[in-house]
């Protein structure tokens, strides 16, 4: 136990150091569905139809239902088809009423594609045009106040069989390759160099490596040296800009003549011997991109003409945490190179957590152990990415209210809480609202499940009858 509490302790003093000027108190909703951040049509399902999309009566392989077959679909009109979508689903007005709630942080679900240099055509069909919305997205983010965490959630070559939210519904599991693992690294160079040197990406204080990758470790062959690489090229990235990394002895010094220019100063990053191969081919590849990024978007004389050292804090990497996968797989903590952070996902109406009724929900969660295991290992500071109010059975507000209570004072125990998501469609083919009552924020605001004030509860001692209480559970 002695050990437990200390991993907790340590955990407040990593988010006070690593998050400096940023939320210490996670309270966030996920943007899913929205931008090239991976479109789930189980959310909109009336505006997936309308864009030429279908409802699988089976496997989602089987119909379009992602991205990738809408694109393959429709070759000539998906851009437009997804730009009217971007627009649309997240706009100025839902910032606003985010803010007013409370809400502090955000989690943006992307799709690799968003660099769209990164796509093999014409293997790869996915829609274009999608950056130009993220990026007047998190201005948004940034005007508000409102913190933003980048969740690489769709992988090259797909990391979860079977999912929509990977953007390509498939059994054919590629991610885990040298390629592939490449291409998520040049990702992960872009996006790091935005968040530095894009006005609009102010917003920006985490990056995360993968979404829910699988579970087995053992089917994730060499997933620990790309968690090492991600770090090392989020560093590398950040020590070109001259931005000191925390509890890091890694030097880097770029030369005078490349001073004002960061796309010449990455490439001379790129041939440093102190990363590794994998690391320098990723900066190598992520010039050229950049290059036409700045050209495209008006950033050219950032990236090339103007100097380029920074003041702002290191970016904080972000995992999946240890005890997602099972199968000896590889922790990463063991790879932190200055601030980082670890993610978990909870959801009960999926099956296998807790026996399905209202009483053994609350005992399982009012007894949650994720956050001192995980910190026991290292992994700490933990937030929960991803949680809702779905249930395996017909659930009454009534219960409703002391579910959203009891999941928000378990999560808070930790680094905070990102529910998903931030809304969902309200139609006829979601059964009106009946959708949404569980699975949108801004609906269970209204409805008065959650409350106008994120870290209030309805009843703070709603989990005193259920704490060391036994119940039929798999222990978490």
């Known amino acids: 136990m002695r050990h437990i509490l200390a991993g907790l302790v340590l955990s407040s003093a990593l988010v006070a150091r690593a998050w400096a000027g940023k939320p210490i108190q996670i309270y966030g909703v996920n943007l899913g569905s929205w931008q090239v951040l991976v479109l789930e049509p189980w959310m909109l399902p009336q505006e997936w139809l309308d864009m030429g999309g279908e409802s699988c009566s089976d496997s989602c392989w089987t119909c379009i239902s992602t991205e990738s077959s809408l694109a393959k679909a429709y070759p000539d009109t998906v851009d437009t088809r997804f730009a009217q979508h971007w627009d649309t689903w997240f706009t100025q007005d839902d910032v606003n009423t985010l803010k007013a709630a409370g809400i502090n ?12 240099a990164l796509v093999d055509k014409p293997q790869e069909s996915y829609p274009r045009g999608g950056l130009h919305y993220l990026r007047r997205g998190l201005g948004w983010l940034k005007d508000a106040g409102i913190q933003a965490i980048l969740d690489h959630h769709a992988l090259p070559g797909i990391q979860t069989p079977g999912q929509m939210f990977t953007g390509n519904c498939t059994t054919d599991v590629q991610f885990y390759t040298p390629y592939n693992y490449h291409r998520a690294l040049v990702w992960t160079a872009v996006m790091t160099a935005l968040s530095h040197l894009d006005p609009n990406f102010g917003s920006v204080f985490a990056i995360e490596a993968v979404n829910e990758p699988i579970a087995n470790a053992t089917l994730t062959p060499h997933y620990g040296t790309f968690q090492n690489n991600f770090v090392q090229v ?10 000191s990394v925390p509890s890091s002895s890694l030097l880097l010094s ?223």
């Not at 989020?234 to 931005?243: N, S």
Request: aromatic fraction near 12%; include cysteine; hydrophobic fraction near 45%.
């Open 105 to 116: 942080t955000v989690r943006v679900p992307l799709g690799y594609w968003i660099v769209e």
């Open 234 to 243: 989020m560093r590398a990235v950040e020590l070109t800009l001259g931005i």
């Open 254 to 476: 770029v030369s005078a003549s490349v001073s004002n220019n960061f796309i010449a100063a990455l490439r001379a990053t790129s041939s440093t011997t102190i990363f590794s191969m994998e690391v320098q081919a990723a900066l190598l590849d992520a010039v050229p991109i950049l290059r036409e990024i700045g050209a495209a978007y008006g950033l050219r004389t950032i990236f090339e003409a103007s100097p380029f050292k920074q003041s702002r804090a290191s970016l904080v990497a972000n995992f999946m945490d240890v005890n997602w996968q099972f199968g000896n797989p590889s922790n990463p903590a063991d790879v932190a190179i200055g601030p980082q952070a670890y993610d978990n996902h909870l959801y009960y109406s999926f099956g296998g957590v807790a026996a399905a009724d209202p009483k053994s929900y609350l005992i399982s969660i009012c007894n949650i152990s994720r956050i001192q295991a995980d910190a026991a290992v290292g992994d700490s500071p933990l937030w929960f990415g991803e949680w809702g109010l779905s249930t395996q059975f017909n659930a009454t507000d009534e219960f409703l209210y002391k579910w959203a209570d009891a999941q928000k004072l378990a999560y808070s125990k930790g680094a905070g809480w990102i529910f998903w998501n931030f809304k969902i469609e309200i139609s006829n083919l979601t059964n009106g609202s009946a959708l949404a009552r569980q699975w949108s924020y801004l609906e269970g605001l209204k409805l008065g499940f959650l409350t106008q004030d994120p870290a209030a509860l309805h009843d703070p001692n709603v989990c005193v009858p259920y704490v060391n209480s036994t119940s039929n559970s798999t222990g978490l």
